[in-house]
Structure formats: C-alpha cells, structure tokens
T-cell receptor, first 116, second 116 residues
Framework: DAGVIQSPRHEVTEMGQEVTLRCKPI?????LFWYRQTMMRGLELLIYFNNNVPIDDSGMPEDRFSAKMPNASFSTLKIQPSEPRDSAVYFC??????????????FGPGTRLTVL | AQTVTQSQPEMSVQEAETVTLSCTYD???????LFWYKQPPSRQMILVIR??????QNATENRFSVNFQKAAKSFSLKISDSQLGDAAMYFC?????????????FGTGTLLAVQP
C-alpha cells in the first residue's frame, strides 16, 4: 500500500489566492483527519470525517477554511482567500475505525503551505 | 477536555546513552490511549509506541519504552542506546478509547538532538 498520499508537497501562493490541498487515504480506511502544524500552536486537528461525513469541524479556524470528502478515496481542504497566517504544514491522516478497538492513524507526508 | 503537556522544548543526548522525554496529560475519560510520535526532518509522523490506559504494564518497542504513571497522569518515553537516527521532534499524544472516533490531542513537542 502506498500509504496516505498528499498533494502538493509544497505550495507557495500569494495572499488572497485560493489554495486547495488534496489527500488520498489508505484504501479501506473509513476515517480521515486534517491536521495543521505551526510553530505557535503545534499540531491541531482541523476536521475529521467518518464514512465521508464530517463529524467534527470545531477545529476549523474560520469560514475561509472548508473541507470536503466526496468519496472514500479523496478529500480536499480549501482555503479561500488565503492569508499569511495560514502558512503551516497541513497533514492528512486516515484510520480504520472499529468501535471499541485501537485505531491507529496513519499520516501522510504533509503539505507545506507558504502564503506570501 | 483533554490536554497534553511537554515541558521540555529541547533535549540532547550522547550517542549510545539513554534519554527520557517527559509528558503529562489530563483527561476526564477512564479509557484512553497514549502515544509517542516521532517527526524527523522529513516531516513524516511516525508512531513510536502506544500505551492503553487500562494496561498496567509499560509498553516497550525495542530501544523505546515508556513509564506510565496513571495516577500522576505522566507518560514519559525512554530511549536507550540512542542513535543518530533518533534525532527528531517527539510528540506525546492522547486519544479516547473506542467510540466513533479517535481524535489525537498532541503536546507541543520535544526536539531531541543526538550528539556523536
């Protein structure tokens, strides 16, 4: 298995532009997580999906951020319009959730976003 | 709410020596998991070791072991026979047990340097 795939690995954009980050979870996994890593705030959970349905988006910083999971093999995180404070590394992780059992999360390599 | 605290922003160890990274946590749940993740310069998040809170025995994985003190809510990581490849950022994390999700709550990380 190729693991969790994220694209692009690096993204540089200018303030005000729309940014779309992509994630392909591990085949067969039913949960997907988006995390953001910054020096100031560390690793934060932004949103997670279970069976393609958003379960908790309380970590999404503001309305400029949106996430979708149209099917079990693809998710996007969109920032529109982007701001310099959005610069961070964004991780996607997936997991096979089975009730009352251990569910390891497997992380993608991350996307480093720089907003100028 | 769950919180995870790592009070050591940076640590240093000589190659072949032993080092202990500290972590404390707070949760109102009775069943939960604790984890140590390693993040090398490649940014990849790698699970090092995990501990189920209901297990009294401390987890071990080769040169990595934990000291889990449930009453004190302490979860330290011991790395024995340190190697140059152990140099990385180490994150302590917690997650509730079972249910429909396993949200990971991360500490702020400890940057470990290994001196040759």
């Amino acid at each position: 298995d190729a693991g969790v795939i994220q694209s692009p690995r690096h993204e540089v954009t200018e303030m005000g532009q729309e940014v779309t980050l992509r994630c392909k979870p591990i085949s067969g996994h039913n949960s997907l997580f988006w995390y953001r890593q910054t020096m100031m705030r560390g690793l934060e959970l932004l949103i997670y999906f279970n069976n393609n349905v958003p379960i908790d988006d309380s970590g999404m910083p503001e309305d400029r951020f949106s996430a979708k999971m149209p099917n079990a093999s693809f998710s996007t995180l969109k920032i529109q319009p982007s701001e310099p404070r959005d610069s961070a590394v964004y991780f996607c992780a997936s997991s096979l959730i089975v009730f009352s059992s251990y569910n390891e999360q497997f992380f993608g390599p991350g996307t480093r976003l720089t907003v100028l | 709410a769950q919180t995870v605290t790592q009070s050591q922003p940076e640590m240093s160890v000589q190659e072949a020596e032993t080092v202990t990274l500290s972590c404390t946590y707070d949760t109102s749940e009775s069943d939960y998991y604790l984890f140590w993740y390693k993040q090398p310069p490649s940014r990849q998040m790698i699970l090092v070791i995990r501990q189920e809170a209901y297990k009294q025995q401390n987890a071990t994985e080769n040169r990595f072991s934990v000291n889990f003190q449930k009453a004190a809510k302490s979860f330290s990581l011991k790395i024995s026979d340190s190697q140059l490849g152990d140099a990385a950022m180490y994150f302590c994390a917690s997650a509730n047990y079972g249910g429909a999700t396993n949200k990971l709550i991360f500490g702020t990380g400890t940057l470990l340097a290994v001196q040759p």
